[in-house]
Each structure stands twice: as structure tokens, then as C-alpha cells.
């Protein structure tokens, strides 16, 4: 309580009994009662007026219900851009792949190799 161990506890009581008396000792120790029935009252009061029903704030049950099933985790910025990468890349390799396909087609059809290019040019073949 307080940061304070249980025998500095009773050193503090003992330097307030022998500073205070008898008799404002126990007045003391009223007022101490006192006080702390009133915190326990307000305290008691609080948690009543705080454990209100959703129906009576205008709260449906479905909206309970989807706050219930919410999952936060779906928000996690390193998830969402670690996900929005992982898409990008897979676009690009798609892409990738296309090109690589589409090229192989095309060096089918006329090989722009060089070698191709010196043979052609020694048969005469301007293209």
C-alpha cells in the first residue's frame, strides 16, 4: 500500500500514537473510519451506475454482437503492408511470367539473337 512495507507501517502507527495521545488517538482512528466508509459508499455507487444495460445507452445487440467477433488484429500496420507487398509482388511475377512466355513465343516466331542475325546476314537475308 503506498510503497510502504508492513513494518514501516508500524513504526508510522507507533509515531502517530505516541505524537496524538489517547485521546486524539481514538479520534483520529474515527475519523479514518469515517472516511473510509464514505469511500466504500462512493466506490459502491460508481460501480452501480457504471454496470448499465447496453438497451438502455441505445445499443442494439447486434452491434454488440460484431464488436464481439471484431478482430484488431486485421488493423496491425505490419500486417497490412506486409499483405499489400506480398500482392505487388505476386502482380509482378505474374507480369513477369507473361513477358517471359510472350518472349519465348515471339524469339520462336524470328530469333533476335545475334547468332540468328550473323546467319541471316551471310544467306542474304536482310531482316
Not at 505476386?90 to 516466331?109: D, F, G, H, I
Not at 550473323?118 to 537475308?125: A, H, P, R
Amino acid at each position: 500500500m503506498f510503497g510502504i512495507s508492513g513494518g514501516e507501517f508500524l513504526v508510522i502507527l507507533l509515531v502517530a500514537a505516541l505524537v496524538l495521545g489517547p485521546r486524539n488517538l481514538a479520534q483520529a482512528l474515527r475519523l479514518l473510519k469515517s472516511g473510509l466508509q464514505k469511500f466504500q459508499r462512493w466506490s459502491q455507487n460508481l460501480r452501480q451506475q457504471s454496470t448499465v444495460s447496453p438497451s438502455a445507452l441505445g445499443i442494439r445487440q447486434e452491434d454488440i454482437d460484431i464488436l464481439g467477433s471484431f478482430d484488431s488484429r486485421e488493423l496491425d500496420p505490419r500486417r497490412m503492408i506486409r499483405d499489400a507487398v506480398q500482392e505487388e509482388l505476386q502482380a509482378w511475377l505474374a507480369s513477369a511470367e507473361a513477358t517471359q512466355t510472350n518472349r519465348q513465343t515471339t524469339s520462336e516466331v524470328s530469333d533476335p539473337s545475334p547468332q540468328t542475325y550473323l546467319t541471316n546476314q551471310k544467306k542474304g537475308d536482310p531482316s
